[in-house]
């Protein structure tokens, strides 16, 4: 089995959550995963397989995941790569594909054989003051939309793509 690298950046857990219910998933298929906080630069070695995602933004990736893309550029061309994000927008079926569509930027830097979406977190005390001014003026409570049920089964497509 091959190795994997599962990448993340996240403010609330969020996105660190997802990596985590993946990793899980390619663990018990066999395969050597390694879990990382993009702040922490990563290297990707010899992986077979890159999975990155973020937290959104004001609809972007945030910087630290668009900075490690962007540094590991060359390494990226020798993996498989697959994005994700995680943010409220993408728990509303409404706004779903605007949310993948967040994806996009980081997209066109490394060529995803996947990009995917899942619902995030606002946790308000883990907010800079300009977001919790934001979320005040709009009535923003606190919301828990991670659905791990759901990255496992995007890790269960992934593992099907990588092996045929």
């Not at 089995?1 to 018990?28: N, P, Q, V």
């Not at 709009?138 to 919301?143: D, F, I, L, N």
């Amino acid at each position: 089995m091959g190795k994997i690298l599962i990448g993340y950046a996240t403010r609330t857990g969020a996105a660190a959550d997802i990596a985590e219910a993946i990793a899980d998933e390619f663990r018990g298929a066999g395969h050597e995963v390694r879990v990382a906080n993009l702040d922490k630069d990563p290297s990707v070695d010899d992986a077979r397989l890159v999975i990155v995602g973020s937290g959104i933004n004001t609809a972007a990736w945030y910087p630290e995941a668009v900075g490690w893309v962007r540094a590991s550029a060359d390494e990226l061309r020798g993996a498989k790569v697959a994005v994700y994000n995680t943010c409220l927008n993408a728990a509303d079926p409404d706004k779903r594909d605007a949310a993948l569509g967040y994806n996009d930027a980081v997209a066109a830097r490394c060529a995803p054989i996947s990009s995917e979406t899942f619902g995030g977190r606002y946790v308000p005390a883990k907010v800079g003051l300009l977001s919790k001014l934001l979320a005040k003026v709009t009535g923003q409570k606190a919301q828990d939309h991670v659905d791990c049920t759901a990255a496992r089964k995007w890790a269960r497509n992934l593992h099907t793509i990588i092996t045929d």
